[in-house]
């Protein structure tokens, strides 16, 4: 807990240890964390120094992008295209099977585990992590779904699933190969729980997703989907994921009040909107608490979940962000602990081990 820095350390260091004890042992869902942006700091520096890299180039980038990450007080974003230039070098250090089950185990007990800082409960109480399959020089796609998913099922199910990402990059036979990848874990009984479509905003084209997205949910997979993250999201974007009756929504920063009704009109249940405070004050997509969508949400009765999305470039934790709810303006939202407690079991309830379909 010590890492976390930004906005969320602001808020968690304004608390009185009452309300600390409080938010600690609130149940708490963690739905939207991607694998690769949840690596514990001390994690990858480890994985640094086994590092071999081939040549000058990705020297440079592997060093320059972990002394922004080691920076204490945080990294300073311009733009969330910034966040988008890490991953090439978190990347570098991940492609082996070994890695990859080194940073997995990691990040699931970073979430899992007790904190060790003094506090008994672990940060979530339910984890749904999420993460791209990635085909190396050193294994395939489902090779690494394997390894992720070793490590996950090494807790219970109501502790921990998996969600398979899709990139909005992917061409459409990547897609094909993620999502019957998914849809056959799950078959066989492995706990993949749900797609989700992440990835640079500004790329790919959501139409050509929407056959595979519905192919996933048709075969019983919960669906998630970035959606208008940024303005580079068009109303067609938008519409086309839409239109795939995703379960829930990751950001939903920039849904204009029409594409909100059609949102709410698609299920019965209305699709839960993953919120990640810190990674929206400091990818800067929120220019602050007072002006964040939460706001819209909540007053409107609408489910949402709090998430960290990437606590290695963000700097958060699941306390970190519970706190921004809690601490009192201009820290936090100033929510009562009744309203918190609320916003916590609205989280546990969006869960896609408890699809409300
Ligand atoms: C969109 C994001 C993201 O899948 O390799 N990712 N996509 N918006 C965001 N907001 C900040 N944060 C992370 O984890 C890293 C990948 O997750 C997606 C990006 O595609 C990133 O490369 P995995 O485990």
Request: proline share 5%.
């Amino acid at each position: 807990m010590s890492e976390i820095a930004g906005p969320a350390a602001a808020a968690l260091a304004s608390l009185c240890p009452d309300d600390l004890v409080f938010l600690q042992a609130l149940p708490k869902a963690e739905l939207h964390a991607h694998l690769n942006g949840s690596i514990p700091i001390q994690t990858i520096l480890e994985l640094a120094q086994q590092y071999s890299p081939s040549t000058v180039a990705q020297t440079t980038e592997v060093t320059d992008t972990l002394e922004k990450l080691r920076v204490k007080s945080g990294i300073v974003f311009n733009e969330l295209d910034d966040f988008f230039s890490l991953m090439p070098a978190i990347y570098a250090l991940t492609t082996t099977p070994e890695a990859v089950t080194t940073v997995t185990r990691a990040v699931l007990q970073w979430f899992l585990n007790p904190t060790g800082d003094g506090a008994e409960s672990p940060q979530c109480t339910y984890l749904e992590l999420r993460t791209t399959p990635r085909a190396t020089t050193h294994m395939t796609r489902e090779r690494y779904l394997t390894i992720v998913l070793d490590e996950v099922e090494m807790y219970p199910a109501i502790q921990a699933a998996l969600i398979v990402s899709v990139d909005r990059r992917m061409s459409d036979l990547d897609l094909e190969e993620c999502v019957s990848l998914a849809i056959e874990m799950k078959n066989r009984g492995r706990r993949v729980v749900g797609i989700d479509v992440c990835g640079d905003p500004r790329r790919g084209d959501m139409q050509s997703f929407t056959r595979h997205l519905s192919r996933a949910k048709d075969a019983g997979l919960g669906l998630t989907v970035h959606i208008a993250e940024t303005t580079a999201n068009t109303t067609e974007d938008s519409l086309a994921l839409l239109s795939c009756r995703p379960d829930r929504l990751g950001h939903a920063t920039f849904l204009s009040d029409e594409l909100k009704a059609i949102a709410r009109e698609n299920r019965h249940c209305k699709p839960c909107i993953e919120i990640c405070l810190s990674s929206n004050l400091l990818g800067k997509t929120a220019a602050s608490l007072d002006a964040h969508h939460i706001h819209y949400y909540l007053k409107n009765d609408h489910p949402v979940v709090i998430c960290t999305d990437d606590t290695l470039p963000f700097r958060t934790s699941c306390l970190g962000e519970y706190s921004l709810l809690l601490a009192q303006p201009p820290l936090g939202l100033g929510l009562t602990r009744d309203d918190v407690a609320r916003v916590a079991r609205m989280g546990m309830d969006a869960a896609f081990l408890r699809p409300c379909d």
